[in-house]
């Protein structure tokens, strides 16, 4: 932290003085990395730190919402470049997960040089050797051996890391530290399951069977592990390679376009989404360059959203597209994602400020993904919760909309998403959504159809029962309230003796003490016969 400068990032005025004075007395540990501002240097420290630092840094430039621009942009440009591990001890790590003697036994042609490694694991091509699939071309990705103590480690530094921010930090409430460790804990945990890896890619190659949009390849179940996943290997171009597409004459409008539907496809159609999609994840077929279509890979991260949250999230779009931001301020606030007691008015008129210049230029230069980020900065101010599901929303539109432009720079993406959305939402609100709701529930209504009399007959007298027990409650109760009279009002008599008692006493009347036994006596005999007649 010291050599990287890492302390100046956080403003002199939040920390202790015990810190520091501890910082100036650590003066043989000067920062060596003056002249490069606090970005680069995190960046620079997360890579030195090793693997898994520098997925957190990835992870964290998403969170936009608690970052400095300077820094999460940065913090957006750490890649994974990690030596390989050795591929003989690869080779042995697949024996034993498949309970192979010999990786021969089940693959031809395996390469033991990795075709590619990344923090977590590494990729080795072989083919397969037995079955309905044998001589296809696949790819083995297996886990880097022990990366789970290291894994572990690291972890348990970064929470008390955080517990420290969370705690010494003025505003270290908003900023939720341990909130997003424990998010990057369970996403890197997840990514070590391959096996769950596996069941993704399944679910996504389901989703987008006979597709001209998406291509996934397939998992070969019967050879997947919780650290080994075969699957297919795919020959595509890199997304990322321009240049070749160009020169292959991949109509690259339309490839720009298909990647904004799969996206918005897979969020509102199947609210299941690939939310990795980075260039390193996404290639090109060689084939019918003229009706390019996309092959997927890394399926480790995916998102997911609930009904209410995918048509909010529609709405909050449409509202948008269409100017009305006072829909969009009562939206967030209908959601849950903003508390009740914000002002209405004034959260609307802070959206206005963030959008409304945006309107004031070409459609074709409006980055949509930094309207969703001012979005949520701007919902931040009046205490929007962070929502998980949607930062990964976020983090994936971004990187959709970047891919987009650097396809085909003059891609308008509120023109292609927006009749999308249109049409998604006359679907789920229009008769095709009434008649897709009786679709779906004719079988569940044919099954308790029959029940229906008998159902119908238990509610009637469960109903009568109800309301006798309600008229006896009834009675009890009046009769309660009328004791209750009668008790107050001899409670009045009684006072009102004992005060002329003490008047008399005072007095010294010698009549009174006969007559005053005789009273007692009489009041305490009808008292004792009301007693009898009310048991």
Not at 280 to 289: D, L
Not at 307 to 331: I, Q, S, T
């Amino acid at each position: 932290m010291l050599s990287y400068g890492l302390d100046e990032i956080i403003p002199a005025h939040w920390l202790p003085w015990s810190v520091r004075l501890g910082r100036h007395l650590l003066f043989w540990i000067p920062n060596k990395h003056k002249q490069q501002p606090a970005g680069v240097r995190l960046r620079l420290a997360l890579e030195s730190l090793g693997p898994v630092w520098v997925k957190f840094g990835q992870m964290l430039s998403t969170r936009r919402d608690l970052l400095p621009p300077d820094i999460a942009n940065e913090l957006a440009v750490l890649q994974d470049k990690v030596k390989a591990f050795d591929g003989q001890q690869a080779q042995r790590l697949i024996e034993k997960a498949l309970e192979l003697e010999n990786i021969h036994d089940a693959f031809d042609d395996f390469m033991v040089q990795p075709l590619a490694s990344a923090s977590i694991a590494q990729v080795h091509t072989a083919t397969l050797k037995h079955g309905d699939d044998a001589g296809a071309e696949v790819v083995i990705k297996v886990i880097r051996p022990d990366i789970r103590p290291t894994i572990d480690a690291d972890l348990r530094l970064m929470e008390t890391l955080a517990s420290v921010l969370a705690r010494h930090l003025p505003d270290g409430r908003r900023l939720k530290p341990r909130e997003v460790v424990k998010e990057y804990r369970k996403t890197l945990i997840d990514e070590l399951d391959l096996l769950r890896e596996a069941a993704n890619a399944i679910q996504l190659k389901r989703n987008f069977a006979d597709s001209k949009l998406l291509y996934i390849p397939t998992v070969f179940s019967d050879y997947s592990r919780p650290n080994v996943m075969v699957m297919e290997r795919i020959d595509g171009i890199p997304v990322s390679d321009v240049d070749t597409l160009m020169a292959m004459g991949v109509d690259m409008k339309k490839l720009a376009e298909r990647g904004v539907e799969v996206f918005f496809t897979q969020v509102f159609r199947d609210s299941f989404f690939h939310a990795d999609m980075h260039p390193g994840n996404i290639f090109v077929s060689r084939q019918h360059p003229d009706d390019p279509q996309y092959l997927g890979i890394d399926f480790g991260i995916v998102g997911t959203l609930n009904r209410e949250d995918k048509r909010y999230l529609a709405e909050n779009f449409l509202a948008f597209f269409n100017r009305d931001y006072r829909k969009v301020a009562e939206l967030h606030i209908d959601s849950g994602w903003v508390p009740k007691h914000v002002n209405v008015e004034e959260f609307e008129s802070a959206i206005r400020t963030v959008c409304e210049p945006i309107f004031n230029k070409p459609l074709a230069e409006i980055s949509f993904g930094n309207v969703l980020v001012n979005l949520f900065n701007t919902a931040r101010r009046f205490e929007m919760e962070v929502q998980p599901q949607l930062v990964l929303l976020q983090k994936t539109l971004l990187y959709v909309e970047g891919l987009g432009r650097t396809l085909y720079p003059q891609l308008d993406l509120w023109k292609t998403a927006k009749p999308f959305l249109e049409r998604w939402m006359h679907e789920q609100l229009g008769w095709r959504a009434v008649i897709r709701s009786v679709k779906e529930n004719a079988p569940f209504w044919a099954e308790k159809l029959p029940e229906m009399p008998t159902l119908l007959y238990d509610y009637l007298n469960t109903q009568r029962h109800q309301a006798d027990y309600q008229q006896r409650m009834m009675l009890q109760l009046a009769e309660q309230q009328r004791q209750h009279a009668q008790q107050v009002w001899w409670g009045m008599i009684t006072a009102a003796m004992l005060v002329s008692t003490t008047l008399l006493v005072v007095a010294k009347v010698a009549w009174f003490y006969p007559a005053a036994t005789g009273a007692a006596a009489l009041v305490s005999a009808w008292l004792s016969w009301r007693r009898k007649r009310s048991s």
